[in-house]
C-alpha cells in the first residue's frame, strides 16, 4: 500500500529536482529583450525595475546600438538605466563607512536629477528629443526638439544647483541647457551642432554657446552635486543627458 508519508517525499524530490531548472529559465537580459518588452507597451517603470533586477545582463550599448535602441522605441528613461546597469550602478542599496561605524544608505534611481533652490529640493521628470535639422542658405543646423513650450516645474531661483544619481563624473555626460520656446510649432529646441562647404561641428553634443558649465562634487557614493558657475536668466532650461537623448526640464520665471 502506498503510504502518504512516501507521497510527500516523491513530491520533495520532484521539487528539489525542478529548483535548478527555474533558476537557469532566468536567461540574460538582452537589447532584445529590452525592445520586445517596450514594444508590447510595458511601460518604463516596468522596464527599468526588470532591468535593475535582472541577476545578468549584455547589453549594447555602443553609439549606434542605441541609436537603434531608440528607433525601436525603447525611452530614453529606460536607455539610461541600461546604460547605468551596465556601468555597474544599479540603484540599490549600498553601505557607507562613517565614524560611528557601517550604515545602510539608499542611492537615489540611477540616472534621476533634482532640481534644488533656496526654497526646495524638486524632483525633475524627464522627456525625451527628436532630432531635426534646418536650413540656413548652405549651413545645417541640427537640433534635439522635446515637447510643450514650458516646462512644468518651475523656480524663481537664478542659481539653482541639482543633484545627479550617475556613478562618474556628471560633466562629461550631463549638459546645463537653455532651450528656445517654439510657438508655431508648440514645442522647445536645443541647438546640437552645424555643418556647412568650409566647416562642421559634430551634433552629438549641445552647442556651446548653448549650455552653462558647473561644478561637480560627489557627496556620496553615486550622488553627485551640480553648481552652477553663473546664473540663469529667465527662460526654459534642461540638465540633458547626451547618450539618452533625454532632458530634465524646468523653467526659470
Given at each position: ?36 518588452l517596450?514594444?508590447?507597451g510595458?511601460?518604463?517603470e ?16 555602443e ?25 555597474g ?9 562613517t565614524?560611528?561605524?557601517?550604515v ?14 533656496s ?12 532630432s531635426?535639422?534646418?536650413y540656413v ?42 532651450l ?27 552647442d ?23 546664473t ?22
Open positions: 500500500m502506498f503510504r502518504f508519508g512516501a507521497l510527500a517525499s516523491l513530491f520533495s524530490l520532484v521539487f528539489v529536482l525542478l529548483i535548478p531548472s527555474v533558476a537557469l529559465s532566468e536567461k540574460t537580459l538582452t537589447n532584445e529583450d529590452i525592445i520586445k517596450s514594444k508590447v510595458l511601460g518604463d516596468a522596464i527599468t525595475a526588470k532591468v535593475r533586477q535582472a541577476t545578468e545582463v549584455d547589453f549594447r550599448l553609439t549606434d546600438d542605441l541609436a537603434k535602441l531608440k528607433s525601436a522605441g525603447v525611452s530614453g528613461k529606460v536607455i539610461a538605466a541600461m546604460l547605468d546597469r551596465s556601468n550602478n544599479n540603484g540599490h542599496t549600498t553601505y557607507v563607512a565614524p560611528a561605524g557601517v545602510e544608505t539608499n542611492t537615489p534611481s540611477a540616472g534621476a536629477v533634482k532640481l534644488v533652490t526654497a526646495k529640493t524638486i524632483p525633475l521628470t524627464s522627456v525625451v528629443g527628436d531635426s535639422s534646418t542658405y548652405v549651413t545645417v543646423l541640427y537640433w534635439m526638439n522635446f515637447p510643450s513650450l514650458h516646462a512644468a516645474n518651475r523656480t524663481s531661483d537664478k542659481s539653482p544647483s541639482f543633484i545627479i544619481s550617475t556613478d562618474r563624473d556628471p560633466r562629461s555626460r550631463y549638459y546645463v541647457v537653455r528656445d520656446a517654439n510657438d508655431e510649432d508648440g514645442d522647445r529646441s536645443l541647438k546640437m551642432g552645424r555643418s556647412g562647404a568650409f566647416s562642421f561641428k559634430a551634433g552629438t553634443v549641445p556651446s554657446d548653448w549650455t552653462f558649465p558647473f561644478d561637480a562634487v560627489e557627496e556620496r557614493h553615486g550622488v553627485w552635486k551640480a553648481t552652477l558657475k553663473k540663469l536668466p529667465a527662460g526654459e532650461y534642461g540638465v540633458y543627458v547626451v547618450q539618452a537623448q533625454e532632458l530634465f526640464d524646468f523653467g526659470v520665471d
